[in-house]
C-alpha cells in the first residue's frame, strides 16, 4: 500500500481563499482584522513560523501588528506588550509565539490575554471554553488536524485517535476537540510514561505524532490504512525538518500527512480563521453556535 497524501498545503490555501471573502464582507461593514504576534527571543524556527503567519495575513487581507522582544526581555517587559496588545483596536486577535524564554512563566503571560483576542486558543478562558463545549477560538493545530482529516473524507467518528506527546500546543488538547460529540473519536494520550507504545499506535485509525522524537513512528507500529500525521519537529545537521513518522510508515498507512508540507500550513490556515471568527463576533455578525473544523 502507498499511502494518499493528506495535503496540508492545498488544503490550507482553499480555506485561506474562503477566509479573504469573509474579510472582505467585514471591511465592507467597516472592521479590518488585524493579527498580532509577539515573538521574544532569535529562534530561527520560531522566526520563520511567525513570519509565514504575516505572509498569510498579506493573502487574505488581515492587516499585521508585528512585536518582538529580545531574549533577555523580562517578564515584566513580555506581560507590558501583551497589555498593550490587549489595548490596541487595530489588533483584533493575537498570540504570544511559543516557546517564551528559559526563565519565563508562560502560564502567567497567556493569562494576561484578553479572551476576546485569543488568536491561539491556548489561553486560559478559551481551553475552559473547550473543556465546557462553549464557543472560542480553538487551538490551531488540533482544529488544522481536524479540517484537514474532515477535507479529505477521513471518517473521525467511531475511529480511535492515539496521540504521541503531551505537549501545550497538541497533545494536552487535541483530546477534548476529537472527543465532542460532532467529532465522536476515541482518544488514546502517549507520553514519555507510556509503558507498551507500540500496542497503543497499532490500535489506532488515526495517528498524530508530536514528540518531537525523530520517527518514533515505525512502519511495524501503524495498523494498515490509518491515518498517520507527522506534526514533530526536530532538525537535522543542515536544518532540514526530520518528523516524527518514519517515510517507511507510507508503505502501510492509507493517509500521510507529509511535514513539512501537512500539518504546519494548517495550523497557520486555522490561527486565520481564529482572527476572522473573533472579528465576526466583534462586528456581531457571526453565530456564536457555529463550531469547529
Ligand atoms: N503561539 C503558538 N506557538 C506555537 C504554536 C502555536 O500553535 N501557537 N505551534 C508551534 C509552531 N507553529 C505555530 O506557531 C507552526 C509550526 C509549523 C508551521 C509551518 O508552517 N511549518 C511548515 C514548515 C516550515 C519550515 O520549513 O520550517 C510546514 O510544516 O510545511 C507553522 C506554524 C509551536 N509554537
Known amino acids: 500500500m502507498t499511502a494518499q497524501i493528506l495535503d496540508g498545503k492545498a488544503t490550507a490555501a482553499a480555506i ?7 474579510v472582505a464582507e467585514l471591511k465592507s461593514r467597516g472592521v479590518t482584522p488585524g493579527l498580532g504576534t509577539l515573538l521574544v527571543g532569535d529562534d530561527v524556527g520560531s522566526q520563520k513560523y511567525v ?26 517587559k513580555i506581560e507590558a506588550v501583551v497589555r498593550e496588545l490587549n489595548e490596541d483596536p487595530a489588533c483584533t486577535g493575537y498570540i504570544v509565539q511559543l516557546p517564551l524564554p528559559k526563565g519565563i ?12 483576542k485569543d488568536a491561539d486558543g491556548l489561553a486560559p478562558m478559551s481551553l475552559g471554553k473547550l473543556v465546557l463545549n462553549q464557543e472560542a477560538a480553538l487551538p490551531c493545530t488540533p ?34 476537540l476529537f472527543t465532542r460529540r460532532e467529532v465522536n473519536a476515541t482518544v488514546t494520550l502517549c507520553h514519555t510514561g507510556t509503558r507498551d507504545l507500540s500496542a497503543q499506535l497499532r490500535q489506532a485509525d488515526i495517528i498524530v505524532a508530536a514528540a518531537g522524537a525523530p520517527h518514533i513512528v515505525r512502519p511495524e507500529d501503524v495498523k494498515p490504512g490509518a491515518a498517520v500525521l507527522d506534526v514533530g519537529v526536530s532538525r537535522d545537521e543542515s536544518g532540514k525538518i526530520v518528523g516524527d513518522v518514519h517515510p517507511g510508515v507510507a508503505e502501510v498507512a492509507g493517509w500521510v500527512a507529509p511535514n513539512p508540507g501537512g500539518v504546519g500550513p494548517m495550523t497557520r490556515a486555522l490561527l486565520l480563521q481564529n482572527v476572522v471568527e473573533a472579528a465576526e463576533r466583534q462586528a456581531g455578525v457571526r453565530d456564536t453556535a457555529d463550531h469547529a473544523g
Not at 512563566?105 to 476576546?116: K, N, S, Y
Not at 485517535?161 to 501545550?168: A, D, E, Q
Request: proline share 3%.
Open 143 to 176: 482544529n488544522g488536524i481536524l479540517a484537514l482529516l474532515r477535507r479529505h473524507g477521513v471518517e473521525t467518528k467511531g475511529a480511535h485517535l492515539t496521540v504521541v506527546g503531551r505537549g501545550m500546543t497538541v497533545g494536552r488538547s487535541i483530546g477534548l
Open 105 to 116: 512563566d508562560t502560564g502567567r503571560v497567556l493569562e494576561l490575554i484578553d479572551p476576546a
Open 51 to 76: 513570519a509565514g503567519k504575516h505572509r498569510d495575513c498579506a493573502q487574505v487581507g488581515i492587516a499585521s501588528i508585528q512585536r518582538e522582544l529580545p531574549a533577555t526581555a523580562t517578564q515584566e
Open 16 to 22: 485561506k481563499s474562503e477566509l479573504a471573502t469573509r
